[in-house]
């Protein structure tokens, strides 16, 4: 099995980027607000384009509102984790999980009941604007939540969320 390409992460945070905000690329120079999201499925990757990772390691994008940045997470199957721009202040911190949240993470991350949660699978549309949006790119899929009143996150990439984030820089701060 070969290793991801380090240029996987900066393209699926380009990638996921896009897909959150729903917007095409216009001409900077104009004031022409940004199209509305639109349906999801236009915001996909070219045929061939990564959509997953490897087995036991998963991706984290987070990205509040529309004009918030973007954290980029990235786990290793052992544990190892990168966090680019964790608080929304542009640092990137590394670090590993203990033992025990390894253990609960492979758990999560294997269970059968993951694939049934994938955007995909759900028919992913977003419901909120100006909420966190947290992406999940797993070996079966990518797992779309939003933090909005009256949305529940699917449970197992729930817990999954709630592990990445509890154990790593994960608090957004205003600009």
Not at 97 to 116: H, K, N, T, W, Y
Request: net charge negative.
């Amino acid at each position: 099995m070969s290793r991801p390409s380090r240029l996987l992460g900066p393209l699926l945070g380009v990638l996921l980027s896009t897909a959150l905000t729903g917007c095409t690329l216009v001409n900077a120079s104009t004031n022409e607000p940004a199209p509305a999201p639109s349906d999801p499925a236009s915001a996909l990757p070219e045929p061939g384009a990564p959509t997953t990772v490897g087995d036991g390691q998963v991706s984290l994008f987070q990205k509040l509102g529309a004009y918030g940045p973007l954290r980029t997470l990235q786990v290793e199957k052992n544990g190892t984790w990168k966090c680019l721009d964790c608080a929304g202040d542009g640092v990137t911190s590394t670090g590993g999980f203990a033992p025990e949240q390894v253990s609960r993470l492979q758990q999560l991350l294997a269970d059968p009941g993951l694939a049934a949660e994938t955007d995909q699978a759900r028919h992913y549309r977003s419901a909120c604007i100006d909420a966190l949006t947290s992406s999940l790119l797993t070996a079966v899929g990518s797992i779309t939540t939003e933090d909005c009143p009256g949305v529940e996150a699917p449970p197992i990439a729930g817990e999954v969320l709630l592990l990445l984030t509890q154990a790593t820089p994960a608090e957004l701060t205003e600009q």
